[in-house]
């Protein structure tokens, strides 16, 4: 399975500021996804991150609050803009069509965001 | 309705126990069947994938797919306090998004 990392792992942060969190894959993969975990439940999709093109958002989510990047097929970016105590969650990115197959997706360990 | 539904927890179960855990779906249009484990604090770790219905054995782990029904299961055999964790069905069409049930927060107790 691929080995993804996420940065930073944790983070306290200011109402209305913004957060840009990075997810590193060790291998090439054909597609990576940004999920949601509120505290108490399950996971949620934000958004897929395609490279080279704009992200594909769920309903729900949108552009300007989620602005995703995905500049090559090891690399994404997700930015929680003008952030609101509301926002505090956990985001993990995940990949799927690595050596696993397209089938398979793995997740990287998260991002906890704690918004004051 | 939500599009997948997992059983309540928490349970709470000895070491050595099956543990049995279920999600129902609506949607007959789902494809793909995973089972998540994951550790507090941590990202959910695949435990098992399936496509079509039946069974899939790894180890002490079972995954059952019945798309009649729309029904899914995993059993854990001869549980272990290490196998204390939230698990997390997820199922997608073939686009691969998953969609997941609310999570099942299983104890085994020593």
């Known amino acids: 399975s691929a080995v993804i990392s996420q940065k930073p792992s944790r983070d306290i942060c200011q109402r209305g500021t913004s957060l840009t969190i990075q997810c590193q894959v060790d291998?090439?993969?054909?597609?990576m996804f940004w999920y949601r975990q509120q505290p108490g439940q399950s996971l949620t999709l934000i958004a897929t991150a395609n490279q080279g093109s704009e992200a594909t958002y769920e309903s729900g989510f949108v552009i300007d609050k989620f602005p995703i990047s995905r500049p090559n097929l090891t690399f994404s970016t997700l930015t929680v803009s003008n952030m609101s105590p509301e926002d505090s969650s956990i985001y993990l990115c995940?990949?799927?069509?690595?050596?696993?197959?397209?089938?398979?997706?793995?997740f990287g360990p998260g991002t906890r965001l704690l918004v004051l | 309705q939500k599009e997948v539904e997992q059983d309540p927890g928490p349970l709470s179960v000895p070491e050595g126990a099956i543990v049995s855990l279920n999600c129902t779906y609506s949607n007959s249009a789902f494809q793909y069947f995973m089972w998540y484990r994951q550790y507090s604090r941590k990202g959910p770790e695949l435990l098992m994938y399936?496509?079509?219905?039946g069974n899939k054995e790894d180890g002490r782990f079972t995954a059952q797919v019945d798309k009649s029904s729309k029904y899914i299961s995993l059993f854990i055999r001869d549980s272990q306090p290490s196998d204390s964790a939230t698990y997390l069905c997820?199922?997608?069409?073939?686009?691969?998004?998953?969609?997941f049930g609310a999570g099942t927060t299983v104890t085994v107790r020593a």
């Open positions: 997820a199922m997608s069409f073939n686009d691969y998004k998953l969609s």
């Open positions: 399936t496509y079509s219905s």
């Open positions: 995940s990949v799927a069509g690595g050596s696993g197959g397209v089938e398979t997706q793995y």
């Open positions: 291998s090439q993969v054909t597609m």
